[in-house]
């Protein structure tokens, strides 16, 4: 399954470089001052880039081993670069940026076959995705104090907000890909509205 795919090189470059340029020297003030635009922009453009440069045909004839290590791979990385740790590492070693900037890019690598695993392992996978950026938007948004110690609490609760917005986009875009190939199925939308009533009922208990 693809979403979408870019043909233009330079196109692919132009968003590898608008990814990467926040961590560099002369452009840090971007991530170091503005915790929404380090966690909203930079990292979905790190993983973005990574699935555009992976211009590879999809292998459909992986095992079912190596497409849960693909995906695995991909939801360790996104659940660790959402730590409040982690965000507060990269912003503080350039050591630790360089890693981001690896991670992310190469879980957008892998993300591209990963999408051709079955329908089942792609819906576990993304639906733990989108409930993990539930469960941190809300954490984040609902916080009393600051998770993250090189972020305003108010810059907290934005990505917070943010986060949960993701999750939503993420669930349309996969709701839209599905109707598009013509293999949505009444099943896939219970599995969909239970994820949203789950989560607006969560929102609703913390009230």
Known sequence: MSVFSVNNRSLVFMILIIAVTPSLPAFRFLILNSMQFHMLVQLPL????GYLINKNL???????????????????????????ISMDKAVQSGYWDIFKLLSLIFSGYVLKPALSASKILIFFFIGSIVMMLFFAGSF????ESRLCSSYLIESQQTTGLGLLLLGFL???????????TGSMHKLDVYLIGGYLKNVLKGNENEK
């Open 170 to 180: 993420i669930l349309a875009l996969y709701g839209s890909s599905l109707m598009q």
């Open 58 to 84: 999809v292998n459909n004839h992986r095992s079912l081993y190596e497409y849960t290590g693909l995906w695995i791979w991909v939801l360790l990385s996104i659940m660790f670069w959402m730590l409040p």
């Open 140 to 143: 984040y948004q609902t916080a």
């Open 46 to 49: 790190l993983v973005l880039s």
